[in-house]
């Protein structure tokens, strides 16, 4: 769907680095879940690099179930290692996991600090799934006033840390899993330095008290 495949597979290949110490997840869009076999082997052949590590579901759709069981069928070949669903909750996730074999590892959503879903993120928690929060600096012309949100900022100076790294501390003090995004290798630098501090429980609350139910995507 993102057009990269074959340049990130080609840069795994040239990386030096092994296979199994890189995660490689693609996704199925949903007007490809009609021909989920054949845009999985498209996939594989694109990246070229053995097998990938996890095939998601972009959202739900009508054609979502057919989808992730070309999606199972790729992991009992050893294709694909395990399955993943995005801007999936709990309406949605009571419909589908009876549907399905194999549970999905990820579920994949929109959880900033405006938007923090918390009793979707304990239904799935609940499911032993784990949850991926995607924008999770805002995105979309949202991240400025997250980073400059005046209780992120004021926890940012007591840690000697950016906005950026509080907010991802916070994510990964709430068990969810984060992939900040950025084309500047300062700023991915900056996104790795959040393991040597933990957060008070005073300012993992006063951030839960900044939710506002604001959700800046439709799925």
């Given amino acids: 769907m993102y057009d990269n495949e074959e ?3 080609r840069a795994i ?4 680095i092994a296979r199994e110490e890189i995660f490689v997840i693609t996704k199925l869009y949903p007007s490809q ?5 054949q845009e999985i082997e498209k996939s594989v052949k694109k990246l070229n690099i053995g097998y990938v ?6 959202h739900p759709s009508s054609d979502d179930v057919y989808a992730y069981k070309e999606i199972e069928q790729a992991i009992k ?3 694909v290692r395990c399955a993943g669903i995005s801007c999936y909750y709990v309406n ?3 419909y589908f996991l009876p549907k399905i074999e194999i549970l999905p590892a990820l579920v994949q959503n929109e959880l900033p600090p405006y938007y923090q879903d918390e009793e979707v993120v304990k239904f799935i928690h609940s499911k032993n799934i784990d949850v991926m929060a995607w924008y999770p600096l805002g995105g979309r012309g949202y991240t400025f006033s997250i980073l400059n949100d005046p209780t992120i900022v004021s926890i940012a100076n007591k840690y000697h840390k950016t906005s950026a790294q509080i907010v991802l501390r916070w994510y990964v003090e709430r068990g969810v899993i984060v992939i900040p995004g950025s084309s500047d290798i300062k700023h991915m630098e900056e996104n790795l330095n959040i393991f040597d501090f933990n957060l ?4 993992m609350e006063n951030i839960k008290k900044l939710n506002r139910n604001e959700k800046h995507d439709w799925y």
């Fill in 13 to 16: 290949r040239d990386s030096n």
């Fill in 7 to 9: 340049e990130v597979g």
């Fill in 53 to 58: 590590d996890m095939m998601m579901l972009h």
């Fill in 33 to 37: 879940y009609k021909r989920a076999r």
């Fill in 77 to 79: 070949e050893k294709k």
């Fill in 92 to 94: 949605e996730l009571s």
């Fill in 200 to 203: 008070s429980q005073d300012d």
